[in-house]
Structures are given as C-alpha cells and as structure tokens.
C-alpha cells in the first residue's frame, strides 16, 4: 500500500518519500527546538503527535495499513520559526493532496492481493492454542482465530 501511495504521489506531481522514521510526541503541542533537535540528531525525519497506536492496532489486526504523512513545518529541519499562519496554510494545502492520494489509490487498491500483513501474527502466538480457555478464543476469533482454532 505504501508503495501504492508514493507512486500515486509522485504521478501528481507531489513530493513524496517512500520511506522514513517517524517519532510521535504525546500532543496536542508542538516541540520545543531543543526537543526538535534532539529527534533530528536521533535520526528521525518526521515528528507527529496522530500516527499511533493505529499503526500498532493494524498491525496486530492483520489490516493492510500505510500512513501519509504530511509536513505543516520544517521546524530546525530548516532552523525556521513556526507560526500558526504556516501550519494553517500547509494544512490547507496538504489536504488537496492527500484527498487525491487517497481517492485514486482506493480506485486502484485489490483488496483480494495477499500480502505481509495479512500473516503479521504468524510465529507471534507462543501460547500453546490447547491452553487458551475457550471463552478467550471466542472473545479473540475474529482478530487471531486462525491461529488459535
């Protein structure tokens, strides 16, 4: 999906990066420049404060997920205040964009193409599935029972 997503990115003239490492900082707040550069120096490229836990929950659930991540400012990536006035109008600009990204890729995604992350739990159930009561299993069916039937 995410290659999907950069493909479509680039097709419209968008600048996208097809990969990345994102830290999430607990929001709503912005960093202060100390903090900013810390991550930099880190080796992040992206902070956020909304791209977990969903990331995580997919990934448990086995649910094919990708994350656009647009920027509202570049912080010290190029040592710039930050005003609301840019974070507004990047938002405003951005959303054109991902609106695009999100419809064409819905209109190409197959949904029946098998791929890593409909077997992201395989090897990551170490319970032996003869120990697990049978109310669990019922409870948990739909997200694990191909595992634990």
Known sequence: MSNLLH?????NGYNSHPKGTYVCIEGPQFSTR???N???SLGFDIIGMTAIPEAKLAREAEICYS????????????????TMETIIGNVVKNEKAVRTIIRQAL??????????CRHALD???MTDPEMIPYETKYRL???IGKYID
């Open 7 to 11: 493909k479509i990115a680039i097709e």
């Open 67 to 82: 994350t656009i991540a647009t920027v509202t400012d570049y912080d010290v990536w190029h040592e710039e205040d930050v």
């Open 34 to 36: 100390a903090e900013s």
């Open 123 to 125: 090897g990551a159930i």
């Open 38 to 40: 810390v991550y930099r």
């Open 141 to 143: 069916k739909t997200l």
């Open 107 to 116: 209109e190409s995604l197959d949904i029946e193409q098998d791929c890593e």
